[in-house]
């Protein structure tokens, strides 16, 4: 149907995807940080509600970064494994197919004389 993307055009999707959770997290800290201030003036203020509901956003938002630097840390793996493979898969490509196995399906013949 449609064209298969190459391993190259992976590597590049998930370097790409890795950068996503990355900058995912940094906007994470960020918010975290406002909610945080958020926190301390609701607490100044006398607001004990609005400072819980604030810190729990906070946690939340601290969460969250560490869950997209933990998927980032993954992806970045499997593109690694990725890159150390690419040669192997490649070089399977290249094989001829009747190495594989015979078109019968019968495994490869031994060498010795059927048993009668």
Known sequence: MGNKPSMEDEL????MTSRQ???????SVKKEKEALSKVKKAIAQGNTEGA???AQNAIREKNQQLNY???S???DAVAARLVTLEP???AT???????HRPPS????PTGRPPPT
């Open 69 to 71: 630097l933990r998927l």
């Open 88 to 90: 192997g898969i490649a």
């Open 73 to 75: 840390s993954r992806i």
């Open 52 to 54: 819980r509901i604030y």
């Open 93 to 99: 490509g290249r094989l001829p197919t009747a190495a």
């Open 21 to 27: 959770m990355t900058s995912a997290s940094k906007k």
């Open 105 to 108: 399906g019968r495994p490869p």
């Open 12 to 15: 590049i999707n998930l370097k």
